[in-house]
């Protein structure tokens, strides 16, 4: 047998299975990745020296590959129909060198590195000829080895070519064209402007190789010299496609597309992108439009922050965080509590991570940003990720500051905040449920917005807004109700509204589980005007009922008889002296955990069975017209007040909000007025 606890844990576990009461956007944005540059850390600024020009003499045979099957389609595939525009190739390859340039910067700083790699610039080296239709990108990265040079190409070819092609056609016209990135494939866009592609690369303690390829089955690999350390990437362009050797056009797609890349990217000679940290300077010289800028890029939308906190801290860690608070209301995406983009982790201006889940709570998935702290080893493993004792201070650091920093978007722009947490109230919420320090839970609780019974019609206070304005009692009264107006007419709040006790309402789906699961705030007991109810032993006092009630004997009387006739639906019947113009209401032990039951698990089982789980208790109001008549009529008419009764307990349960379907209601409603028409 369930037991109402039991509900109730049940309950708040499973808030949060529920999805979509927030409006929902287009998320197209939303699946991009979020890919976050890395800054060079290398002293010098970026060389001068030009790309070589295949002066790079064979020091070996050639070699002649076919490619496999899958690589050959999925390369059509990118060459012929993904994108619609053409210029993409540029940001896919240049991000392809970033990468290339960031896995460097990873090597060289975690491991002893040898001499051939210090001290040369880190860059992006691009170069236009408009004569020769040429363009060639070349990186100083961490470069390839002949066994990558054939393996890279492949890798989507053996791990799960079939899914990724299934992805490529189920996103088909979504507009989203950022598959490839994320699978590393983009080399392949290459294709798409060039009939001859040559790839020059060497990693460090290896020979070099050209790979070239026409990109129509086959490949060579040829071992040559003087190869640089990194890949340079020559790119013989179709005649269509000539406008990529103009220098003019491969600069404004650099800048659409690639200007926070973190390394120079250097156009015949000239830096072609913005390479600034953004979060280590100072706060108060960074204009709101950069952050606009670098919010788009790093959301790979075109939303704008909403807030922005710039971070600064060396106690008790050193941080630099940039966290961006979005302006467009929350997709699907950001709703999924699967989502796999937060913070991306740097230390020192070295990226760690791009996408870490755990540098903020799950709760607060919604903020995009950097964080760089120069606390984190930069040798940090995957597992030191997942489970350290510094990323856990380190989201603790965060956590805090995000909500102080929230807290005083409250008090100053107050405005704004409102509209915030219209739209992202319900993260603060699930941040509450699913913390179980009570501490941190208030902490996130002063976020928290309602309507209440002493404010207008519209009108949203906090918490602490409550408790300033409470004189004696160290208690929050909170009601659960569908509208203002039903909120203002519920037979349960109908007691305190006289006492002119103010009441929080909670009209939004998850306000009264929060409060509920709350418990407390600042020492305040926070209590629903049902539990206040069911709990009032002064209302059950039925020594002063006055002329114009039932007496006490004829209360227990009545009591009895319809605990008789409500046997399987009610579990008791109680008088109660805190009702006033409504005969009856019912009352069950929690009664927001038992509404979230009903809601959705309550549908297969019996009316019997929700009875038994509910243990719904009836309380009477004994000076209520209705009540006294209906103790005439148990001696005038039992049948009739047998109808009747039963009719009045279904109405309390609608009342309570504990019936889904308000149909139920019309059975017995029809008996009831057939009996009463009976002699008519
Ligand atoms: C993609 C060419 C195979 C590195 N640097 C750069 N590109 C890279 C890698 N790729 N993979 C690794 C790729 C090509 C061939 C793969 Br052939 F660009 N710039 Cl380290």
Same mark, same amino acid.
């Given at each position: 047998?369930?037991?109402?606890?039991?509900?109730?844990?049940?309950?708040?576990?499973?808030?949060?299975?529920?999805?979509?009461?927030?409006?929902?956007?287009?998320?197209?944005?939303?699946?991009?990745?979020?890919?976050?540059?890395?800054?060079?850390?290398?002293?010098?600024?970026?060389?001068?020296?030009?790309?070589?020009?295949?002066?790079?003499?064979?020091?070996?045979?050639?070699?002649?590959?076919?490619?496999?099957?899958?690589?050959?389609?999925?390369?059509?595939?990118?060459?012929?129909?993904?994108?619609?525009?053409?210029?993409?190739?540029?940001?896919?390859?240049?991000?392809?060198?970033?990468?290339?340039?960031?896995?460097?910067?990873?090597?060289?700083?975690?491991?002893?590195?040898?001499?051939?790699?210090?001290?040369?610039?880190?860059?992006?080296?691009?170069?236009?000829?408009?004569?020769?239709?040429?363009?060639?990108?070349?990186?100083?990265?961490?470069?390839?080895?002949?066994?990558?040079?054939?393996?890279?190409?492949?890798?989507?070819?053996?791990?799960?070519?079939?899914?990724?092609?299934?992805?490529?056609?189920?996103?088909?016209?979504?507009?989203?064209?950022?598959?490839?990135?994320?699978?590393?494939?983009?080399?392949?866009?290459?294709?798409?402007?060039?009939?001859?592609?040559?790839?020059?690369?060497?990693?460090?303690?290896?020979?070099?190789?050209?790979?070239?390829?026409?990109?129509?089955?086959?490949?060579?690999?040829?071992?040559?010299?003087?190869?640089?350390?990194?890949?340079?990437?020559?790119?013989?362009?179709?005649?269509?496609?000539?406008?990529?050797?103009?220098?003019?056009?491969?600069?404004?797609?650099?800048?659409?597309?690639?200007?926070?890349?973190?390394?120079?990217? +250097? =156009?015949?000679?000239? #830096?072609? @992108?913005?390479?600034? /940290?953004? *979060? !280590?300077?100072?706060? $108060?010289? &960074?204009?709101?439009?950069?952050?606009?800028?670098?919010?788009?890029?790093?959301?790979?939308?075109?939303?704008?922050?909403?807030?922005?906190?710039?971070?600064?801290?060396?106690?008790?860690?050193?941080?630099?965080?940039?966290?961006?608070?979005?302006?467009?209301?929350?997709?699907?995406?950001?709703?999924?509590?699967?989502?796999?983009?937060?913070?991306?982790?740097?230390?020192?201006? +070295? =990226?760690?991570?791009? #996408?870490? @889940?755990?540098?903020? /709570?799950? *709760? !607060?998935?919604?903020? $995009?940003? &950097?964080?760089?702290?120069?606390?984190?080893?930069?040798?940090?493993?995957?597992?030191?990720?997942?489970?350290?004792?510094?990323?856990?201070?380190?989201?603790?650091?965060?956590?805090?500051?995000?909500?102080?920093?929230?807290?005083?978007?409250?008090?100053?722009?107050?405005?704004?905040?409102?509209?915030?947490?219209?739209?992202?109230?319900?993260?603060?919420?699930?941040?509450?449920?699913?913390?179980?320090?009570?501490?941190?839970?208030?902490?996130?609780?002063?976020? !928290?917005?309602?309507?209440?019974?002493?404010?207008?019609?519209?009108?949203?206070?906090?918490?602490?807004?409550?408790?300033?304005?409470?004189?004696?009692?160290?208690?929050?009264?909170?009601?659960?109700?569908?509208?203002?107006?039903?909120?203002?007419?519920?037979?349960?709040?109908?007691?305190?509204?006289?006492?002119?006790?103010?009441?929080?309402?909670?009209?939004?789906?998850?306000?009264?589980?929060?409060?509920?699961?709350?418990?407390?705030?600042?020492?305040?007991?926070?209590?629903?005007?049902?539990?206040?109810?069911?709990?009032?032993?002064?209302?059950?006092?039925?020594?002063?009922?006055?002329?114009?009630?039932?007496?006490?004997?004829?209360?227990?009387?009545?009591?009895?008889?319809?605990?008789?006739?409500?046997?399987?639906?009610?579990?008791?019947?109680?008088?109660?002296?805190?009702?006033?113009?409504?005969?009856?209401?019912?009352?069950?032990?929690?009664?927001?955990?038992?509404?979230?039951?009903?809601?959705?698990?309550?549908?297969?089982?019996?009316?019997?069975?929700?009875?038994?789980?509910?243990?719904?208790?009836?309380?009477?109001?004994?000076?209520?017209?209705?009540?006294?008549?209906?103790?005439?009529?148990?001696?005038?008419?039992?049948?009739?007040?047998?109808?009747?009764?039963?009719?009045?307990?279904?109405?309390?349960?609608?009342?309570?909000?504990?019936?889904?379907?308000?149909?139920?209601?019309?059975?017995?409603?029809?008996?009831?007025?057939?009996?009463?028409?009976?002699?008519?």
């Amino acid at each position: 047998m369930f037991s109402i606890p039991r509900l109730t844990r049940i309950s708040s576990r499973r808030i949060f299975l529920l999805k979509g009461r927030v409006p929902v956007k287009n998320i197209p944005s939303a699946l991009q990745q979020i890919h976050v540059p890395a800054y060079n850390i290398s002293p010098r600024t970026f060389s001068t020296e030009t790309v070589k020009k295949q002066d790079e003499p064979p020091a070996g045979e050639a070699t002649k590959h076919e490619f496999q099957a899958e690589t050959k389609m999925l390369l059509d595939i990118v060459a012929k129909s993904l994108y619609s525009e053409k210029e993409v190739f540029i940001r896919e390859l240049i991000s392809n060198a970033s990468d290339a340039l960031e896995k460097f910067r990873y090597a060289h700083l975690s491991e002893n590195s040898s001499l051939e790699e210090t001290d040369r610039p880190l860059e992006i080296k691009i170069e236009t000829d408009k004569q020769g239709r040429i363009l060639t990108i070349q990186d100083s990265g961490i470069g390839m080895t002949k066994d990558e040079l054939i393996s890279n190409l492949g890798v989507i070819a053996r791990s799960g070519s079939k899914q990724f092609l299934q992805q490529l056609k189920d996103k088909e016209g979504s507009g989203d064209n950022n598959i490839i990135g994320q699978f590393g494939v983009g080399f392949y866009s290459a294709f798409m402007v060039a009939d001859k592609v040559e790839v020059y690369s060497r990693a460090s303690g290896s020979p070099g190789y050209k790979w070239s390829s026409d990109g129509s089955g086959t490949y060579e690999i040829q071992p040559v010299e003087g190869v640089n350390l990194g890949t340079k990437i020559v790119l013989y362009l179709k005649t269509e496609c000539r406008e990529f050797s103009d220098e003019e056009t491969v600069k404004n797609v650099i800048k659409k597309y690639s200007n926070f890349i973190g390394s120079p990217i +250097v =156009l015949n000679g000239e #830096k072609a @992108n913005t390479v600034e /940290p953004l *979060w !280590l300077q100072n706060p $108060k010289d &960074v204009p709101i439009e950069k952050h606009q800028e670098f919010y788009r890029y790093i959301s790979g939308s075109y939303d704008l922050p909403r807030f922005v906190l710039h971070y600064k801290a060396d106690v008790p860690l050193s941080i630099r965080a940039l966290l961006y608070f979005p302006e467009g209301k929350p997709g699907l995406f950001e709703m999924s509590r699967e989502t796999e983009t937060g913070l991306a982790l740097y230390t020192r201006k +070295v =990226l760690i991570k791009s #996408k870490t @889940n755990n540098i903020l /709570p799950k *709760w !607060l998935r919604f903020v $995009k940003g &950097v964080v760089d702290s120069e606390d984190i080893p930069l040798n940090l493993s995957r597992e030191l990720l997942q489970n350290s004792a510094l990323i856990r201070k380190l989201q603790t650091v965060l956590t805090g500051r995000v909500i102080k920093y929230l807290q005083e978007q409250q008090s100053k722009k107050p405005e704004e905040y409102e509209k915030f947490f219209s739209d992202y109230g319900i993260f603060i919420k699930e941040g509450i449920i699913t913390n179980h320090d009570q501490l941190e839970k208030e902490e996130a609780a002063k976020l !928290l917005l309602f309507e209440s019974s002493q404010l207008a019609d519209g009108k949203k206070c906090s918490l602490n807004d409550y408790i300033t304005r409470t004189k004696e009692e160290k208690t929050i009264f909170y009601l659960a109700a569908p509208s203002r107006a039903l909120a203002e007419a519920s037979p349960y709040y109908e007691s305190l509204k006289k006492k002119q006790q103010e009441v929080l309402f909670c009209f939004e789906p998850y306000d009264e589980l929060v409060l509920m699961q709350l418990q407390q705030f600042r020492g305040y007991k926070l209590i629903s005007v049902e539990k206040d109810m069911r709990d009032d032993k002064e209302a059950s006092d039925l020594t002063n009922l006055g002329e114009d009630s039932l007496k006490r004997s004829e209360i227990n009387e009545l009591s009895d008889w319809i605990k008789g006739k409500l046997s399987g639906k009610a579990t008791n019947v109680n008088a109660t002296t805190r009702l006033e113009n409504h005969p009856c209401v019912v009352t069950v032990e929690e009664m927001a955990a038992a509404r979230h039951f009903i809601r959705t698990q309550s549908h297969q089982l019996s009316d019997d069975r929700r009875y038994a789980i509910l243990q719904p208790r009836l309380e009477i109001n004994p000076r209520h017209t209705i009540i006294k008549k209906l103790y005439k009529l148990t001696k005038e008419n039992p049948k009739l007040a047998e109808l009747l009764v039963k009719q009045l307990f279904i109405n309390s349960m609608v009342g309570a909000g504990l019936v889904e379907d308000p149909r139920v209601l019309l059975v017995s409603m029809n008996d009831l007025l057939e009996q009463v028409l009976e002699k008519h």
